[in-house]
């Protein structure tokens, strides 16, 4: 996944933080569930590493489903009120306890839970860290659904102009304007095929004109080849009787 951030006002960590928790959201993407199985997970994992204990049971994956749902409801939350209760809620049941630390090929960052803590509830402390950002910038807009008609996953927009629509894991921002480009098309193909309104009218108003000035040329005509008509007989004056 590819998550560019070109907002200095955001550090690193809260940056990655908010790239994992909508790749763990867009796991369910049209009722296609790609943690179907423990398989799904360690893919996730090998795209978002994740540090400390795995016990690798179908508890675990169950419960990283269910934080799956409840990271979903932050890109609806009606207001900062509610997705702070929601932040609030995710590290009070990690017990979050925030610190630095330094391991494989990483420098200094930030985490909240201890390594030996359930993994559903790590992943979701360490989410919350990064919406807690934007709660705190007043940036939740950040958060949105695809722009697609037939998408519903979810991104996060980094960009500084704030534009970005589309989400980067079904090529949805390619196929939106591939689509509209051909409908553009078929208009502008519409529109030189069919005469315009205007042009139409004048055609009826010309076609009406002439068909009455032709009738009324074949009455002229008419009028003007037909016999006369003799003219009774009468008595002529001054005549005797």
Known sequence: M?????TPHFAHDTVIALAEAAALVN???DSVDELADR???DQFFERFPFSGKQSRTEEELAEVRQLRERLRTLWTAK???EAAA???????????KPYLTKHDELDWHLHVTRPDAPLAQRIGAEAAMGFLDLIRADDLDRLRICGADDCSDVLVDMSKNRSKRYCDTGNCGNRTNVAAYRARQRAARASMAAPPAKVVQTAKV???????ASAK???RTAEATAPAEPRPAGRRRGAGA
């Open 2 to 6: 590819v998550f560019s951030h070109d």
């Open 217 to 219: 040329a074949r009455r």
């Open 206 to 212: 010309v076609q009406t004109t002439k068909a009455t």
């Open 86 to 96: 929601i932040v609030n809620e995710l590290l009070r049941e990690a017990n979050a």
């Open 79 to 81: 207001d900062r009120t």
């Open 27 to 29: 796991t369910l993407s």
């Open 39 to 41: 398989s799904g997970l």
